[in-house]
């Protein structure tokens, strides 16, 4: 370290600054398979770099860095060209054709998007033994039949470091087992923001919750789809079904595998109730248009009861030709005005998450007439997703102030360096840690940061506001389970073993 930036042989003088958090947790994982957490903007890449680094300089294999997104791996390819004095670097997504690949495989660091590499280690290609460093950043990912999952395996029996990086770890303890199980992790090395070592480098981030009222045009199309679900409800009750008439979405889920195998008679009027309180989430936290467009969409498809909902239905069909009056009118949602306000109010950029893009589209458009620049940032899928060179165009035009604000989807939440922002809107409100911790980490990286939550009273807002901050205290908590879960296992017999089989 010389005037307090890294020195390393393999990284460019005066690029990094040194932190000790950082060098500390590098070493953690340079030891061993390490899961490093660490808050949205402290420089998780930052600590994967000084691993690179060290592993390139023993020069026993190459290193392939695993990003969920193309925008994500790319953001990684540059941070990496950047910084290390290497020249042989490839970035590796599935915009590359087969005969690209197989030249772009023999580079020293590839970074490169799961599915691609998961078909490539098939199709061998590429082969698990070039790699003595594997790192899985959003490592939260790696459960069910994510990619991810299938990569771990490949170099489960493998001399390779393995690391794992996330800004929080799930609140599930299941899913929390599960994944240092699959990536044979044996320790985790966390930060949170009140850590002695991260603390200085913390800025304050301020939270305002911003209550709006639904309008009566609104409220009233709300009872309709209410009394829709009701009956649903009281039908599956009669048919045998035990459900507590709470319009859980996560309720009707749990029952799904149990009324197709069980109790077909069910199916009919579970399915339609699954569609109609996503219906009424989408109608409460997003608006009238987002609401009328999942109708037409729906609409469209052929699945159970569809037809029988909108034709027959008088609470649904009269919500329908509310919502159709009240979108003439211009109502689309008290959180729309909200937003203006909050935005009119500060002199920096802001970040605005919705989890829905037909939310995104009204967003936009309401905000560029009201006079406001703004872009959005949507992922890659479907006829509306913005390809990967499109993403990458929009971040660069926010960066560089053509737009005042930015309005995203999850493509936008996970790791992406979009820029110093002042303020985060949560247009929406995720049930999800994960999602919270990421949103939130978005803003005060540099400077202070304010974020603003929207709550649309006595709706779906308010439940999802509770249960996310109930997941974030137990994900804050889950590190330390975690690594006693380690502790308690620990034996001199397994001490020298990089995976965790024996533990599970």
């Given amino acids: 370290m010389s005037d307090n930036f890294v020195e390393h042989r393999y990284i460019k003088k005066s690029t990094i600054e040194h932190r000790d958090y950082q060098h500390n947790l590098a070493k953690q994982a340079i030891a061993e398979n390490c899961l490093i957490v660490l808050p949205t903007g402290l420089g998780k890449t930052t600590v994967a770099l000084h691993v690179i680094a060290e592993f390139v300089s023993r020069g026993k294999g190459g290193v392939l860095f695993l990003a969920p997104t193309r925008v994500l791996a790319h953001q990684h390819y540059e941070f990496l060209k950047n910084n290390l004095l290497i020249d042989d670097i490839a970035l590796v997504t599935g915009e590359d054709l087969l005969a690209k690949r197989k030249k772009l495989w023999i580079n020293s660091i590839i970074c490169a998007t799961p599915e691609i590499v998961k078909n490539d280690l098939d199709r061998q290609i590429v082969s698990p033994e070039q790699f003595s460093l594997v790192i899985f950043d959003e490592a939260h990912r790696t459960v069910g039949d994510y990619a991810y999952s299938g990569i771990a395996e490949r170099f489960a029996d493998m001399d390779v470091r393995i690391i794992g990086m996330t800004a929080t770890l799930p609140s599930e303890k299941q899913k929390a087992e599960e994944m240092v199980k699959i990536l044979k992790i044996a320790s985790i090395a966390q930060r949170t923001e009140e850590s002695p070592d991260v603390s200085p480098y913390v800025q304050q981030t301020d939270t305002q919750w911003i209550t709006v ?130 935005l009119q109010g500060i002199s920096g950029k802001a970040l605005v998450f919705t989890s829905y893009r037909d939310s995104v589209d009204i967003i936009h458009q309401k905000l560029n007439e009201m006079g406001i620049p703004s872009g959005f940032l949507i992922g890659k899928a479907g006829e509306t997703g913005l390809k990967q060179k499109k993403q990458i165009e929009t971040i660069q035009k926010f960066r560089d102030d053509q737009y005042k604000v930015l309005i995203a989807t999850r493509v936008g939440e996970e790791g992406l360096d979009i820029s110093e922002v002042n303020l985060v809107v949560f247009f929406d409100n995720v049930p999800s840690s994960i999602r919270y911790i990421q949103r939130k980490g978005r803003t005060g990286r540099k400077d202070y940061g304010k974020l603003v939550v929207l709550i649309a009273k006595d709706t779906t807002d308010e439940t999802y506001y509770w249960i996310g901050k109930r997941k974030v205290t137990a994900a804050k908590n889950m590190g330390e389970k975690m690594n006693r879960f380690l502790e308690q296992q620990e034996t001199p017999k397994i001490k020298n073993k990089t995976g965790l089989d024996s533990f599970f």
């Fill in 213 to 342: 009222e639904l309008p009566p045009e609104m409220k009233e199309i709300q009872s309709l789809i209410k009394a829709a679900i009701d009956s649903r409800y009281t039908e599956l009750k009669r048919l045998g079904l035990n459900l507590s008439g709470g319009r859980s979405m996560s309720e009707l889920l749990r029952v799904r595998d149990f009324v197709i195998r069980q109790n077909r008679r069910a199916a009919k009027p579970l399915f339609t109730a699954i569609r109609l309180i996503h219906a009424l989430n989408v109608f409460e936290s997003h608006g009238v248009t987002s609401f009328l467009r999942f109708c037409e969409r729906t609409q469209e498809k052929k699945g159970a009861g569809i037809r029988d909902l909108f034709e027959n239905d008088l609470n649904f069909g009269k919500a329908v030709r509310l919502a159709q009056q009240a979108q003439q009118k211009g109502i689309e949602h008290s959180k729309i005005d909200k937003l203006r306000d909050v």
